[in-house]
Nanobody, 119 residues
Framework: QVQLVESGGGLVQAGGSLRLSCAVT????????MGWFRQAPGKEREFVAA????????NYADSVKGRFTISRDNTKNTVYLQMNSLKPEDTAVYYC????????????WGQGTQVTVSS
């Protein structure tokens, strides 16, 4: 069973930075496409960023392009989200997700980590 555990959330002032980590159990992490999503209070969950199995390809939501960077270390079974120039509107619970079956759907999710950006 694949498990995802996020860490690195917290409270930061606008303009600051945070790095989220997502540790993934299992021996086949390098086969999983990985993504980050977020959900703000009263809003639906939204896509933030995704990274291919090798890490050679990434894509981002327009709202975070140029500020956030997704990366992965397949030797550590971990995916990261570096968040710079944070804005109050980035406040949300951030979720890590894995596509373990090779489809376009993310079928495994972490429990989430809270990111709060104060103005």
């Amino acid at each position: 069973q694949v498990q995802l555990v996020e860490s690195g959330g917290g409270l930061v002032q606008a303009g600051g930075s945070l790095r989220l980590s997502c540790a993934v159990t299992g021996r086949t992490f390098s086969r999983y496409r990985m993504g980050w999503f977020r959900q703000a209070p009263g809003k639906e969950r939204e896509f933030v960023a995704a990274i291919s199995r090798s890490g050679s390809s990434t894509n981002y939501a327009d709202s975070v392009k140029g500020r956030f960077t997704i990366s992965r270390d397949n030797t550590k079974n971990t995916v990261y989200l570096q968040m710079n120039s944070l804005k109050p509107e980035d406040t949300a619970v951030y979720y890590c997700a894995a596509d373990t079956k090779g489809t376009v759907e993310y079928d495994c999710w972490g429990q989430g980590t809270q990111v709060t950006v104060s103005s």
